[in-house]
């Protein structure tokens, strides 16, 4: 900790912040905001998020005795408050880096997480699994799970309040709703709540509040009982999380701890049986007024100069994959009316948010659903539009059931552009796309590309455009280009047929996706050793170019894959393509350079590719132990 607070430096666990006066429970939480902001300006990070949720930490470690009672933090990424609260104050300047404290929450890292998270809407289901735990062991502890407007609007939290509902279970949910998820709030859950707050009920709240309080009292009375139902029923319209079988108490004013705080002490101390909904309503990028008045409210940064909000920006000589999608497909749907584009809370991410300002009415943000967007695409395919579902990698998982029977099976011609393969860098495992290639490859009707430079994304986006039988992913790496130059929409490449970069002798690399830059630089060091390699860019996992490969393995004498991707993806469906035509029966060497079994910690991305081997030494040394290889196996009686 780089200053002096007048509290926060005594503060390294909550049992610390027990210890100190309700009343300056205030100058703690600004103290803590002060902490959080000039911590992310060292490391970036998701910082409009924590900010929003400083009161909300501090009022939760100050009631509830954590860790024995849990609380469970949506997504993680409003975390860092609580970190900072929770042992790891002097590790916050570690945020996100090679070694350091990840950006969400993670169960190894500390007993106050009892849930990792990254991706959204899981809280309330880990939350009642928890709290069923908890009620078989016969214990009494707490369980809180927070969780966003933005979230809380996936059908995963509808399913799990609805079974919350009807199991009684002792848990507490707080809804934080600031208006404001990564992207605007969609959907009819979205203005069900505006509506709340938006009615003049809410602005006389101060005195019906403490009506609300009180409902956990022993003194209070039938009288008062039935007027804070009949508040309830107003303001709520009903309400919807009551007949889920919730207690709804709010909306409150989460930045306001001399409310917050009595609240939850009354429903810690209540005999009530069953889940207990509190909503608070906060701003996101509280505190910070350069956060407070961004669009996106800061939710992630890369450093900053605190005093002037300004963030430091690498300068990029080529675009990233991201815009080179984005434009390209606005050029295509110019010229074509039936393209329209899908994406699930992520139209920034995704460059959709460009495509939406040219077509308002052709892009579709569906919130933070990426079941249904995979399904809605299909539904809008089956009409004869196309679709391009943009999703990251890591989201994409989240909807798999939808692809096989909803897309694959009725061989629906969505399109998905697969954003931020390969690892991602400070994110971490929980963001990286290391399974889709698996994931996608093993079902039939698919065409699998995977661009190894911007030109090259621009000729498969171009391709999947004429694509009208079947489904198609082309996959594409987070950050910038290579710097080669974009060909016209018009050039499009044949549908499974790799290409030929350099020809060599003895030993041929089949790579398959953007580790074709490190493929060269390795082919550059083993020419001064008098090494000429074949380079073979694969363009396609399935369908394979057979023919392609056939000449590899009939004219080298090894063949190496790689690619960004776990196991059970490209390279295995090359081995099985040379199994089966019984082309490793005679001395062919087979070699597959893959993502390794395991999750790969938050680093910078070269250095996480250097702990994969997937850099150009470990490429070349690779290619020099292949050639190297002598290695007969002796058939044991």
């Known amino acids: 900790m780089s200053k002096k607070y007048k509290f926060l430096n005594q503060i390294n666990f909550p049992s610390d912040l027990k210890k100190i006066s309700e009343k300056d429970l205030k100058v703690v939480s600004d103290e803590l905001r002060e902490e959080v902001i000039d911590a992310v300006s060292t490391t970036g990070g998701h910082l409009g998020a924590s900010l929003g949720v400083v009161e909300l930490t501090v009022a939760l470690h100050y009631v509830f005795n954590t860790p024995q009672d849990k609380i469970i933090w949506d997504v993680g990424h409003q975390s860092y408050p609580h970190k900072i609260l929770t042992g790891r104050k002097d590790k916050i300047r570690t945020l996100r880096q090679g070694g350091g404290i990840s950006g969400f929450t993670k169960r190894t890292e500390s007993e106050y997480d009892p849930f990792g998270a990254a991706h959204s809407s899981t809280s309330i289901s880990a939350g009642l699994g928890i709290a069923e735990a908890n009620k078989l062991s016969n214990k009494n502890d707490e369980v809180i799970a927070v969780i966003g407007d933005g979230a809380i609007s996936a059908g995963m939290a509808y399913e799990a309040m609805n079974n919350a509902g009807t199991s009684k279970a002792k848990m507490i949910v707080i809804l934080n709703d600031n208006e404001m998820s990564i992207a605007k709030p969609v959907g009819a859950m979205s203005t069900y709540l505006a509506k709340i707050f938006s009615g003049k009920i809410y602005f006389s709240l101060r005195e019906t509040i403490k009506l609300i309080t009180s409902a956990f009292s022993k003194r209070f009375s039938a009288k008062a009982g039935k007027a804070e139902d009949l508040f309830r029923s107003a303001v709520t319209g009903g309400t919807l999380f009551h007949s889920l079988g919730f207690y709804y108490i709010g909306p409150i004013d989460g930045h306001d701890l001399t409310t917050l705080v009595p609240i939850l002490k009354n429903v810690k101390q209540s005999k009530h049986q069953g889940p207990i909904l509190i909503h608070i309503k906060t701003q996101k990028g509280k505190g910070y007024s350069f956060a407070e008045k961004a669009n996106d409210h800061y939710h992630g940064v890369s450093k900053f100069n605190v005093g002037t909000g300004e963030q430091v920006k690498a300068s990029a000589s080529a675009p990233s994959y991201t815009k080179v999608f984005a434009k390209t497909l606005i050029e295509h749907a110019k010229k074509d009316s039936k393209i329209v584009a899908v994406t699930a809370a992520m139209p920034g991410g995704t460059g959709l948010d460009v495509f939406g300002k040219e077509f308002p009415s052709r892009m579709y943000d569906v919130g933070i659903a990426e079941q249904h967007a995979v399904t809605f695409a299909a539904g809008l395919a089956t009409e004869n539009y196309k679709p391009y579902a943009a999703i990251y990698s890591t989201f994409l998982q989240r909807a798999y059931d939808q692809i096989v029977h909803d897309v694959a099976i009725q061989s629906l011609p969505v399109r998905f552009a697969i954003d931020r393969a390969g690892l991602v860098g400070a994110d971490g495992p929980t963001h990286a796309g290391s399974f889709d290639i698996t994931y996608l490859s093993t079902l039939p009707n698919f065409i699998i590309m995977a661009a190894s430079d911007e030109a090259e994304?621009?000729?498969?986006?171009?391709?999947?455009?004429?694509?009208?039988?079947?489904?198609?992913?082309?996959?594409?790496?987070?950050?910038?280009?290579?710097?080669?130059?974009?060909?016209?929409?018009?050039?499009?490449?044949?549908?499974?047929?790799?290409?030929?970069?350099?020809?060599?002798k003895k030993l041929a690399v089949l790579n398959f996706g953007t580790r074709l830059s490190e493929v060269l630089k390795a082919s550059e060091n083993l020419k001064k050793k008098g090494i000429n390699i074949t380079v073979i860019d694969a363009r396609f996992a399935k369908p394979l170019d057979e023919n392609l490969i056939w000449q590899l393995a009939t004219t080298h004498e090894s063949i190496l894959t790689i690619e960004e991707g776990a196991i059970g993806g490209f390279g295995s469906h090359v081995v099985n393509f040379l199994t089966k035509k019984n082309l490793l029966d005679s001395n062919l060497k087979f070699r597959s350079m893959i993502l390794p079994d395991l999750f790969i910690d938050q680093d910078k991305p070269e250095i996480m590719y250097s702990e994969a081997l997937l850099d150009s030494s470990s490429i070349e040394e690779k290619i020099m132990d292949l050639i190297n290889s002598n290695i007969v196996l002796q058939k044991q009686n």
């Open 457 to 504: 994304l621009v000729r498969m986006i171009n391709t999947s455009v004429d694509i009208n039988d079947k489904p198609c992913a082309f996959r594409y790496h987070r950050g910038t280009g290579l710097g080669t130059e974009l060909p016209p929409i018009s050039e499009k490449i044949e549908i499974g047929k790799g290409r030929i970069i350099q020809e060599g």
